[in-house]
């Protein structure tokens, strides 16, 4: 049933021609704007796919809740919030500003934020901060991921932009000397090689409360999983994150890449990737399909499909 | 069970003696400090209460989600999406800014969203525009509200921040004339007094998708519902929102009154009030409460002991 | 000599045809694209004029520094700064934004300070305010000024924005009530009707350090005259004033009738009056005309052919 | 005379005890907060000095005035329009916020204007770029000047906020790589060493249209002289820079060692240094010193001693 109901989501939604491949750099321009992957694991460890779901594209956005929930594992939960805030920013995701209060990124969903992520995990990790991301991210996709050297390096050559941000978090004692090290440790985070179906099972991995639920591995706690999935609710989609919250109602990232995943509760994890994006940076195909699998499903978090707290049903 | 639990809380948290009572009209001043009423109604329409839940205070911000769902349920998403925005402002509830871009406000959670809503109301219902919205929360509540007109005339005395706002809107032809009129219609709606217990009646209709669990009165369509417990998510809490998504994870909206309301899908609704507010404008003690009995009972909507979509559950 | 610059300037700039009239009312909207009038008044009450120097147009945003003149005269200084401040804001006319530190509009030439100069004479004089106005205009013009009532009306129908810093301005109580009664008395002085020759006068009678050199009535004090050039200078043209500075370099104030006037310290006032104007709210012709006066006659503040203070000159 | 005043001038001004000596570099700290010097040099090359007036200290935020000269010398105005605004930008020198319509720093007297000057000096230079400035900015004073090692590495350890506006801005293509050295090249202009009679000679060598009286050399061009006193009158004393232009009325700059320079056209230079600052980031006892010899010699450009254009006076 899930099987039919996702092929035809990609049969009626590779129609779409709509939205613009990324051109910022090279490597990312000459995505084939056909390609179309779509893949759903269940926490049982279930997975259904169709498309290109087997398509190597880079994390680039995507990456940004798994290192902020290495993040919240490794450093605690309170210096994680010493480096960074919970608050939605209203803004786009390049946006330099910090939080005016707090002089620390709003979120961890925001380049600021992520960067600010990244240097926390430097300072924890030393020399072996970029295998303790690569590793992370590798156990909840379940497969041995590898930076694509090419996008890594032209990434590194046009990230004016995350260098600023990176300098004045640095003038805010928000990240540490090395600054050069913290941009060149996000921008290879970002570089990292996944697939649909590889992005379904991190997103399953969150799912399944920080369980890999094909691998059976546990990677981040209960409660670190909460954290995540409320910031990717309010903050996951840049300046569309209040209307996917209206519409679609569920955690979730998206990538400048194409890629997408999603999140529901204890059931599945979502990954999409279809290169054109709309102007706010989001895959076109992969939000469409989003909105169909909501509601064919229920998935909206405060839709009347969500039947509440099963702690709580023992009592009414 | 339920109602231990709520004693429990009550007289702990009773002994919070923190937060200053909402001084800028006399008749908010007064309030007695060591008020604290809770409430908890189940969609079976079970009442459990603790405390002061009988004792009368003014609606305030919590009018916001009401006038927002009337307006939902009168005039339609796409036209009452024309005069609001969906995304979260991270500012203050008193902001004059409108969303730069789309020169609507951002949210109806935020004072110039609510005055743009109150003003679509007037648009629609002309002279029984506030009898239309009275009886709204009426049945919400399942009682007959009334305007408590001293806090009414104080608040019209001394809003000219709203008025401010309301002009810079019709500038924009956000909201139409007669804009003192939108101001009198705005104040009155937050000068209905109501009731914890009453509070708690109006969230338990919203958890139960738009119908009274008490009277069995239908007020407002599911789909309305998830527009106005998604907006209550990400923007209901002022500045605090952010956190409380992180930290408590309902729908909730809180009041300069010292109210707060918190709504469990398909479950509970939760009144509170209390009047000494913290530095954000939320009632402390209201605000502790909600921490433990979402702790107690697992409330939050990305915790483990949310399960996801029923309508997933059947393939999974 | 003076008069065969004016006429040469006059008939060259004639020619240009480019820029839009105001439209915001039809009042405004009806000017005759092609006036085009010039005028020079010295200190010593000598006259030049060209083209249609007597044809009436409504005085508008011109009126500003008259009436932070008249304050400054009339409350004195120390009243005047409490209620005004004396930085340049960056920002277009009608910005509704305060100076998040101090609370007051940033400078009496932007819409929110000239309402806050409004309401301090209204405080003063009462009922009498706009007569003060009027009378201090029509000494400065070396005539007696009245109102346009056709402009005044439609203005007034439309001062939506007005009202909204007004209201604003009253919430952080640098206006007083009734604050209808400001945006009245700005809206009645902003409706005031002037020839290009009348505003020559005016601004000579700056250039005269307070005194009409027409009719030799004193008006303001030299300090006040110092108060109201600097603002002009750093304050006057919008978001133009920086460049305006840089390039002619002449205290100066535009409005949206495509009147605009100028000061040669100690020397000669300008007025000029063409309505089409540019994407900054600036007349286009009258800016040329003062470009080339500049030019001819070296009136630039920081030109070498200004020599400085003539008391310093004694001891070098 | 002149000595009288300024003898009179140092022995009263010297008693104040008010303000902070700079303190976020050791190198700056050191500074002795009785330190006063006061210089005045004339067009016609007399000197005249008070206190220590041959103090050395580095010459910070007064630089920019004179890259800014060079700039427009050396690459022309339309160019160096290219690279930076003329707009007073409201905000304190360090901002990291660009032009929002050009995209380019608002002037060149906050930071990130003099860090874009610097980047086009060393796009025309190369490798001979700092000795260009240093060449420069010797000629001005008729001295040779150099670098104080010990500050400028200081300096460039903690130019944190500098490196994010530099790299923000070579995203933006308002600089060009290397973004480190545009960096450098700024922190080591700002190291530059020279004492109050110094900034007095580069000051009168503006007030003499771009010759130094001392020397006779001809360093820039009486239009580049305009731009540059233009653009001090309206932006060159931080977020002091409105009340200044109102209260003092001269083109100046301040730095944070505790310099502070003014020019009256055609007449004097004026150089003085006192390292306390307010919280503008001004010295304490120079505007002090300013204010006084403002009033004593009627220097305000716009005071009635100012007797406007010698030009014109032909005709009047």
Known sequence: MIQNILDDIYSRISEEQSGEVANYIPALAEADPKDFGL??????GDVYTAGDADTP????SQSKPFTFALALEECGIETTYEHVGTEPSGDAF???VLDPVTKVPFNPMVNSGALSMAGLIQEKKGEGAFEAIRSCYSSFAGAELSVNDRVYDSELATAHRNRAIAHLMRSGDVVSDPVDEVVHLYTEQCSIEVTARQMATMSASLANIGTNPVTDETIVSPLVVRHVLSLMFTCGMYD???RW????GM???SGVSGGLMAVVNRQIGIGLYSPPLDEHGNSVRAIKACVELAEEFGLHAFEFSNAGSSMLSVYI
Chains 1, 2, 3, 4 share one sequence.
């Open 245 to 248: 919250a209206v519409d679609v």
């Open 39 to 44: 893949a759903i694991v269940t926490v049982n």
């Open 94 to 96: 390049n946006s330099v």
């Open 240 to 242: 569309y994150a209040g």
């Open 251 to 253: 955690p979730a990232k």
């Open 57 to 60: 594209f880079t994390i680039q």
